[in-house]
């Protein structure tokens, strides 16, 4: 194996919720390795800067507005990334969404719902397209749903994010199974990382301690080192690797 193997070089990626934390620093990631990236989120402003950043870089990127719920913005996003670089062999499902934390019995359905559409739906719907043009060119491709610890463990005071987190699990192990050898697909599973999406948790003196007793390296992770374990399960070096959910969490769950 040489390094090589890691380089994205050639690859077109298309990185939902790439506007910032952990979707951010896989786009910029990904760019360094080569790739050519269309990030994608709601919010125009916040793609742009991170844009900004792969070009700033060196690397290539277009930002593309759309929503993981609309099955129309999808296909416009794919059409894009095929439009300006070609067809998208790389897709890393990172949107995601957590307004929730406290006991299910005061979780109202509505909620439970919209959880579940992001999340995991979500996953779903990006992936279905992305499968179903690789397909049809008969072609080959990586996918990379982005999972939590929270795939393989119960995450007190968090249901609905903990069910979408494994459903995304159990659909990566049948997708991969399913669509192998032309589609590799895995699950990355962070623990908690610094961004914004964490930022409730890491701000209450009493929660942040209590996690951080259950973390062996005794820290939170920064977006960047999650980011390097998408760029390894897109590249060459994981060729062999589909149908896995890679745990990134610092030991959390190893307790």
């Known amino acids: 194996m040489t ?14 919720g790439g506007s910032r934390g952990i979707g951010e620093a896989i786009a910029v990631a990904m760019a360094d390795a080569g ?3 269309v990030p994608v ?23 593309c507005v759309g929503d993981v719920t609309d099955e129309a913005d999808i296909e416009r996003v794919f059409d894009t ?29 509505e909620t439970w719902e919209h959880i579940m559409d992001v999340n995991a739906t979500g996953t779903f719907r990006c992936t279905r397209e992305f ?6 060119r008969d072609g080959e491709g990586s996918v990379t749903n982005i999972g939590s610890v929270g795939s393989v463990v119960g995450l007190p005071s968090q249901a609905p994010y903990t ?11 049948t997708l991969a199974a399913d669509w192998a050898p032309e589609v590799r697909v895995n699950c990355l599973a ?6 914004e999406f964490t930022e409730g948790v890491r701000g209450n003196d009493e929660i942040r301690e209590e996690l951080l007793d259950g973390i062996p390296a005794d820290r939170f992770a920064d977006p ?10 897109a590249s060459d070096a994981a060729g062999y690797v589909t149908g896995e959910v890679h745990v990134v969490d610092g030991g959390l769950a190893a307790i």
Do not use: Q
């Not at 090589?4 to 070089?9: E, P, R, V």
């Not at 670089?85 to 979780?107: I, Q, R, S, Y």
């Not at 962070?190 to 961004?195: D, E």
């Open 3 to 16: 390094l090589d193997m890691f380089s994205l070089d050639g690859s077109v990626a298309v990185v939902t």
């Open 35 to 37: 790739a050519a990236v």
């Open 41 to 63: 989120a709601r919010s125009e402003d916040a793609l742009d800067a991170t844009v900004d950043r792969i070009h700033d870089a060196g690397g290539d990127a277009v930002a």
């Open 81 to 109: 990334a095929e439009r300006e670089f070609g067809p998208v062999d790389t897709l890393v499902n990172n949107a995601g969404t957590n307004p929730f934390f406290g006991d299910a019995t005061d979780l109202d359905t």
């Open 131 to 136: 499968a179903t043009r690789v397909t049809d």
């Open 163 to 173: 069910a979408s987190k494994h459903a995304i699990a159990g659909m990566t192990k």
């Open 190 to 195: 962070p623990g908690y990382v610094i961004t």
């Open 224 to 233: 960047e080192e999650i980011a390097g374990t998408a760029v390894y399960l």
